[in-house]
């Protein structure tokens, strides 16, 4: 595909991410749910494109963690279960309903509200219950949640499907406080189930839990980072049947010499130490390429690495091919760029970015922003799915 709308573009491996789907799959078993998380425009790699490959490999159900991602999603044509897992405000309810979503509930006052639009509407609403175990963000407490559990499950135009929690130490080497949460979990969903009002569907793994604590798995897992080949952390690594699926590349849009203190972009605060060749490089921090304070360092061209020099600008940056050209290499207009994958036998990966800028892989590619065109590649075939 030669026009890619823009000379900066993300390429998506659609076979890497039904491979990665796939496994994951295998891990779980038949038996179990397995929720595709595509939140944050599926980290960054493009909801519209990977939430109907994950699908088509063997995802059952898919999870965001808003409102208005949801709604994307079902104006892309798909119809698989939706659950949100984010606050969704009462005021929005009639959205919920609207487009046969599944909204996350954790406090009375919120679940008695959308029973009541549900009420109005003759509808039942699908509800999956959050329950806090531990990391104390979302949820009720799990010494309170069978209260509530029995609350809302008086209400007839609610349906208390699913009942979740989620772990905040799964991805460490030490498991015992992801046990404990566990452990919390298990007895309050025993308890319910004594009770009469276990819901159906009780989740809990993450993608770490999913490596690391297969008694976790229970009726479903929640699979992000996965999903996109990336490992949960430094201390849970994906395992080798998996791998990335985003490569991002660019096009050099000029290269130019430069004579000895000659500076580069904004402020003047790089100057050339001695003659040398720059190129530019069409991205910027309106594409999620940090300024400051740390930059990404260097990208590829010509499977070596060209040093990022200058202050990266809002579209553009400026990279020094200078030891590429001496190299015998000859750098010119259109010359492939990689930012994150491979080049001739070296790579970039996201890891490696992250630790250059003190970030974790997540947010490398999450914020890549929207206006970077995605292309799935399927079978070494470009097709643009997603504009902008």
């Not at 499907?161 to 080497?173: D, K, L, N, P, V």
């Not at 479903?220 to 690594?237: D, T």
């Not at 000895?260 to 390429?289: I, K, L, M």
């Amino acid at each position: 595909m030669k026009s890619r709308l823009r000379p900066t573009w993300l390429e998506i491996d659609i076979s890497a991410l039904k491979n990665n789907v796939r496994e994951l799959r295998r891990r779980i078993g038949p038996d179990r749910l397995l929720y595709a998380v595509v939140k944050a425009n599926a980290y960054g790699h493009g909801a519209d494109i990977v939430a109907p490959a994950a699908l088509e490999a063997g995802a059952d159900r898919l999870a965001v963690a808003a409102l208005n991602e949801a709604v994307s999603l079902r104006q892309a044509g798909l119809d698989a279960p939706i659950l949100v897992l984010g606050y969704t405000p009462p005021d929005d309810a009639e959205t919920l309903l609207e487009h046969s979503l599944t909204a996350t509930v954790y406090d009375r006052g919120t679940a008695l509200a959308y029973a009541d639009v549900a009420a109005r509407q003759g509808r039942k609403m699908t509800v999956h219950l959050k329950v806090d175990t531990g990391m104390h963000r979302l949820g009720v407490d799990y010494l309170a949640a069978t209260d509530l559990c029995a609350q809302i499950d008086r209400e007839e135009n609610l349906h208390v499907e699913g009942i979740y929690t989620h772990f905040s130490t799964a991805s460490q080497a030490d498991q015992s406080y992801a046990r404990e949460q566990l452990r919390r979990f298990t007895t309050l969903l025993a308890r319910l189930a004594d009770a009469g009002f276990r819901p159906p569907v009780a989740h809990a793994a993450n993608s770490a839990a999913t490596l690391a604590l297969p008694d976790s798995h229970l009726d479903a897992v929640r699979c992000g980072i996965l999903l996109y080949g990336l490992s949960p952390g430094s201390e849970c690594p994906a395992p080798p049947q998996i791998g990335p699926v985003l490569s991002w590349k660019a096009r050099v849009a000029q290269v130019r010499r430069l004579g000895a203190g000659e500076p580069v972009s904004y402020g003047n605060s790089w100057r050339a130490p001695h003659s040398c060749t720059v190129a530019v490089v069409p991205v910027g921090y309106a594409d999620g390429f940090p300024r400051s304070p740390r930059t990404w360092q260097s990208v590829m061209i010509g499977g070596r690495e060209a040093p990022i020099v200058g202050r990266v600008c809002m579209d553009q940056t400026i990279v020094d091919v200078t030891g590429i050209v001496e190299s015998g290499v000859d750098v010119a207009q259109d010359d492939e760029v990689v930012l994150i994958g491979l080049q001739q036998g070296q790579a970039i990966s996201a890891d490696t970015v992250a630790t250059r800028l003190d970030t974790i892989h997540y947010e490398v590619t999450s914020r890549l922003m929207a206006r970077l065109p995605r292309i799935a590649v399927v079978e070494g075939q470009g097709l643009l799915l997603q504009k902008s």
